[in-house]
């Protein structure tokens, strides 16, 4: 079934019926003592709220079993109170997503290179490192995950919490670490290409994502010990399956250590050689250009963002002559 | 051959002729352009200075291979400069501590207790673990150590480097710790004992000492990853050995990981649970309280001592009806 | 009169008569603009919200005046709103707790050892000080307290916030000193019986309780010195009365003085000497034993607690294997 | 016996006979083997290193009881190497600084203002105070101690640690804290006053000083409590017997206790009141005019000086259109 | 139009008609689903909510467009729920706040000394300044801006936030500063008088604000920049303009930069002559005494004031004694 | 004249005739009371320590007027103590560099790309800027400091204190801002270009430097102000010179503002637009490589190298397997 209704293009008066996800749905009594259904409906393009009244005691109970990323079909009127849109819900019925043939994308946030090209460009990379343990480290733990990645969050939430993100933030890191090599000639394209890949990838054993890559919160593991050093105990595996001296191991599992830098953000090492280094400043510049492009997004030139509590809780300035792309 | 001369009881004109073991040997040229030998030698009391003029080429060369460890038999005379002794050395020549006899407790600061009797109080509390998972990565651990544990410092420097000093610090907080459960009845002994006994283990891996207890550095991988991540790697392997459940593999790996507690110190996470976070104490306060009993020893009731770096840089005090034991 | 209803064990539909200390009562005016009475009312185990409709002029009046730690008697219906019980109350009436002889242990969160048996483990361990000077200084303070000591909580919030708290916390440091002595021989109990006693005395000055041991606030030199600096002020006419020397009367004031050890929680000096080090883990490892099991008490094996303040802001595990005492 | 020669005034090849004070003297051996005698030797304008070759044994045994604060005289010429002057002293005997009526004047750094008319400035301003008790309890503290205001440096080393310098750093807050009252007419004069004598006078018991006003280190009770804290507790007593009410003696001890501002520098309060709040201000702003002074004195205009240690590492500047005084 | 009645003077059951100043005005639907307006009204003495019920579209539509700063006529009665203060507002309509003459000192919070005095006092302390460069600086830049001066808040909030509140913090910096060049006489004057002047300029460019001084926000440059770098910059230009050589133009820029001392509060530069760190006490002791007065004002003695987030989230004291002024 | 001697290939007993720059150069008397000169002798390759023995009075005289960064024709021995090389100096006179014709790059520590290839690449770039204004400011820029930038460093020490080292820093800082357009395709290249090019040139005016890229210290306007702010006050009369608008005016400056980040570090903003946020990680990535690349020179494959200061005291690894260009 293709979407018709985008959240962001409902106009007042509207009459609609379409699918939406669910997040937040809650029976509530209103201050005339009546029942009534609250929801927040969502699709890729945004939220709104909805509210169905009279709901009697057999609906309300259905109702009241909808969780966060349930689908729901729903016929309603586009209303308006204090210049905020509103759906006054006339039905509204729980639906199978693949029963209907509901697209994603729709639905969901996504990062906004398809997931296989991305893992096709990365895999690609992996190809050309020329140490051949390196090679079979990141290559065994590609096909191994390979599922998961076509999905997988990058973050719980904030920067890359979307679908494919882990996926963005690697290919995009890559792609900006061979580039440095060209630069910066002391280094080794192997240990980036092979640190780059690697450095993130216990993410998915850190974070419960579903298919949707919508994080529902952390492993046990997640909490007890976290994705560096998830990543940097599995790599001791890896490292031996691919027959890599104990020197190259112990130089994989320090760069997946030392990636976040400092003590306070989880590394315990700082990093001790120039591709561990530049690691680092790959993970830092590709989750703060993410995180500018979000905030600076819908905002009007000549204006500031809201403050951005993960940038230190700047406001960010979009000029009057920059024209959205 | 049994020691008579202790540095610490020297006085001045005495003439000696002794074992002493070499820290900082080389050969020096004097103002008045003559070649001398410059050397500190200690053993279990303290270091004295000791110099041997008129070199020739042949002794300097055979002097200037003395590294640090080394043994020597020393025939000198105690003068005194400016209040501080020193040795006028007449003769001295290498010597083999083995072949020689030498009891290395007359040389080597070591802990107050034989290693074997420390040793068989760890097994012993080790046994007494009843999660039979828990109880075989303890004993698999000793065993498997028991040569290195024999002789092994606690540290490069600071607390507990000395001979034995790694058993030491374990025996006084699994004391320390199982007397805590008697008090903190929430607290299960199992979990309290293992962490214990493995919270350190990997400094084996990480430093690097000799068979006297005397660091002389750490090793790549002890630079790289230090001992609590070595510690949380190498738990992988024993959890599965003894094939303890991954809830308990992860726990376990989190008390070694969080024993630290502040990421400054090298803990990427804190305590999660009420024996991780005993566990921390327990290191914190027998780490202090060696601190303490080395800082304040020598020194005279009603005094400070010197300020101690690792202390913060604070003097202590002897209160002056403080009796040495 | 004996407690029959408590809040942990209402079910829905049931009708209760009994009595609940009041905590944060009002009368507030509905969405319908009829008046009604608004209030939480409390026993030992726990919180329930109650609303009581058609509130007439002259009974708005009374309940108005009713404050937190005042009783109530209710007869009431228990109902459930969005999965959240709710006293629906039909009468509600002040009691005087003492005439109508309810037994506050019901109602209040108290240590889980009766103060008379915790005041009486203390004042025997002052008994064992050989030295007469601190001896005295210690049960002087004890029984000059005694009365307050039955009921004040050890802290105004966080850890120890509960009837008897103060002597809880006293007790159990004064339990873990004296093993402490056992393993670490160089202390000397004289000095942590004395500073375990003496080290939260003048909370009594700082808090402002009822006999309750519920706290209201800080009194004003509570706010002005704090109880730390109360703490070293009073031992010097204390030490004094007890004929202590100059040395050990600073000594004693030391021992209060740094026992909160960084100067951002209120020590303007860090210990000097062993007993005055050990005092400040004696602390921390209690507030923290008793900070853990107040965390994880009601939560399910294999889950993580809320988040705590206190602790840094970190989620407690329960493992699943963990059964509750 | 008047002084002639200053060391800031000596010129190569004088030849000199003068009385210095001692520091920092020592029997040394040279490189040629001999003993020599080195000393520091100082006046009020600066230090100058002296050596005397050909020390015999009796002498050597003499001049090495001196000790710092001991007078000599000398009989040297001046010379220089590497373009620092150097005393070659020929003759050097101990003299009894009183017996010889020096001039201490001439010796020691101290305040620019004589002691007796700063005392006389401060008790004139404390007999201006309205409230009798707070007056008490100032002039009690000023006539106790007035023998030892006199030449009490205020600190042991920094700002003020010179004779007098006590005096100096109260008389010039308590100026301008008279001033403040005019601008900020919200202020109580009564308490600036009050504030301001009391803040630093247990300095008297932290610090040992001798009439020189020269400082040889903390007292026991200064070291494990601290001026501050030690003013706090004094107070108790001083203002008992002034008559204070327990509101205004807590209002002293906090004002005493706040006065630093930050917990890492010995206040475990913040100012909670005006007044309180003023003094710590009028009190930092002491030290840094003392420091800035002390640092730009000698420095050319258009130059910077060193980087000055109590002054964040700060080099200052003098402007080259700034005209010494 | 003279007011007759003030916010802070209002009784229950008062049948009330005057003006005041609109804060956050909205209309809302109540419980009841009908329509009504809902309004803070506010007057230099405090603020007051209003409603106004049965509000038509038409009325609905005018009342919306109500924005902050905007004047109503009001006509009400007051009443009172749960002790808070309400007016039942019967008539309001938008008013001309010139045409109706009314008298802004009625409305807004303002410096407690009128403009033209406070600008009078300034620039008759330029005058003094006896360096023909630094006083026409001064002037200009005071002539240039002399109408915003008059009615430029010294914040967006905080201190000296108000009409006026500029002008106030410079005035009263400058009473104290030349106060402190008597006290410490190696200051000079003149730096110290254009230091105070010249320091806060920019915020004129920093902050947008109206002619009640009430600030809307910052500026473009103000968030990009900071006062402190524009004042900086635009030194550049005043100082050619007034011939001041290079030295001078950096030392007055110099003084503009480091004046708020810590890097964290923006100065990159720590003050490097005394002047230049006499400014920033100045302006230190000036922002406190008026944060002090501000949250002391309303409590009564021997009370605590709410926690002031501006004062590292104090509690300032009232002593009983303390009259009000 | 060519050089033919390096320091780095010098060999134990060489006779050596070449020339050498000085660095730090001194008259000293020898424990035998004789004269010497003592000089550090330095060309492109290192550091050799020479002495010069009986040297009579005029001779000194001369030497002693010596200065770094002269040169020095030396005829010498290479002797050796304790594994150190040393030149036993025959004889020493001071030639002129010009006229002997000494080639500068022998002598220095240079860039490894030739200044004027470097100028090349960076003015190539500003020509692409499209933006008409910005490419006037850097144009302008580095035609007006051209002559100057052949040869200063980019630092007084640390990164970059090399002839070239600014034009080095600023070409790789460019060649991989364009790269990072390409991959972040959001970024605005003339931002880029006019970012980098113009972030650092003040660093012209903040440091002294000769015509050899030697750093003898800061100017008064480098302390007072430094570059940062020197930048961004001198980009307000360039942008003025380039037509540029407020809006873009304002934000250049930000940028040269904000580009070090950290407060603590000299940026009193940070960057609130993306070209922004990027400059300032191309800068540290450039750094951190630079300091990478010269802290492992020269040392051995499977080693750490010394701790780095810059680098939070880190110790770097040389993978054994990595092979020197």
């Known amino acids: 079934m293709s979407k018709e209704f985008y959240v962001n293009n409902l106009n007042v008066n509207d009459e609609i019926a379409d699918c939406f996800m669910v997040k937040g749905a809650s029976i509530k009594v209103g201050a005339n003592h009546?029942?009534?259904?609250?929801?927040?409906?969502?699709?890729?393009?945004?939220?709104?709220?909805?509210?169905k009244w009279d709901v009697d005691e057999t609906e309300g109970a259905n109702l009241s079993k909808l969780s966060d990323g349930d689908f729901v079909w729903v016929k309603a009127t586009v209303s308006e109170w204090n210049g905020i849109k509103q759906l006054r819900i006339i039905k509204v019925k729980?639906?199978?997503?693949?029963?209907?043939?509901?697209?994603?994308?729709?639905?969901?946030?996504?990062?906004?290179?398809?997931?296989?090209?991305?893992?096709?460009?990365?895999?690609?990379?992996?190809?050309?490192?020329?140490?051949?343990?390196?090679?079979?480290?990141?290559i065994d733990a590609l096909e191994e995950n390979k599922d998961r990645l076509m999905?997988?969050?990058?973050?719980?939430?904030?920067?890359?919490?979307?679908?494919?993100?882990?996926?963005?933030?690697?290919?995009?890191?890559?792609?900006?670490?061979?580039?440095?090599?060209?630069?910066?000639?002391?280094?080794?394209?192997?240990?980036?290409?092979?640190?780059?890949?690697?450095?993130?990838?216990e993410k998915l054993n850190e974070?419960?994502?579903?298919?949707?890559?919508?994080?529902?919160?952390?492993?046990?593991?997640?909490?007890?010990?976290?994705?560096?050093?998830?990543?940097?105990?599995?790599?001791?595996?890896?490292?031996?399956?691919?027959?890599?001296?104990e020197e190259k191991t112990v130089m994989l599992q320090h760069m997946i250590l030392a990636h976040h830098y400092e003590p306070e953000y989880g590394s315990p090492v700082r990093p001790m050689f120039p591709e561990a280094e530049l690691l680092h400043y790959l993970d830092m510049l590709?989750?703060?250009?993410?995180?500018?492009?979000a905030a600076l997004e819908g905002v009007d030139g000549g204006h500031f963002s809201e403050r951005v509590r993960t940038l230190d809780n700047r406001m960010l300035y979009k000029p009057s002559f920059r024209k959205d792309k």
Not at 35 to 48: E, H, K, N, P, Q
Not at 167 to 190: E, F, I, Q
């Open 151 to 201: 999905y997988y969050p990058g973050a719980m939430r904030n920067h890359h919490a979307e679908y494919g993100g882990l996926l963005y933030h690697t290919k995009r890191m890559l792609d900006m670490g061979l580039r440095a090599c060209s630069v910066y000639t002391d280094l080794d394209p192997d240990w980036v290409i092979c640190g780059v890949i690697m450095h993130d990838m």
């Open 34 to 51: 009546k029942t009534y259904f609250d929801v927040t409906l969502c699709d890729r393009s945004g939220d709104i709220n909805g509210k």
């Open 94 to 138: 729980r639906i199978d997503s693949s029963s209907e043939g509901l697209d994603m994308q729709d639905y969901i946030k996504a990062a906004p290179e398809p997931s296989d090209s991305m893992y096709a460009f990365i895999l690609d990379k992996a190809q050309d490192i020329k140490d051949e343990g390196l090679k079979k480290v990141c």
């Open 207 to 245: 974070i419960e994502a579903n298919e949707l890559g919508i994080s529902s919160g952390y492993t046990v593991k997640g909490n007890l010990l976290g994705h560096i050093v998830l990543g940097t105990i599995r790599m001791e595996e890896r490292a031996k399956k691919a027959g890599l001296s």
């Open 286 to 293: 590709d989750a703060k250009m993410f995180d500018f492009e």
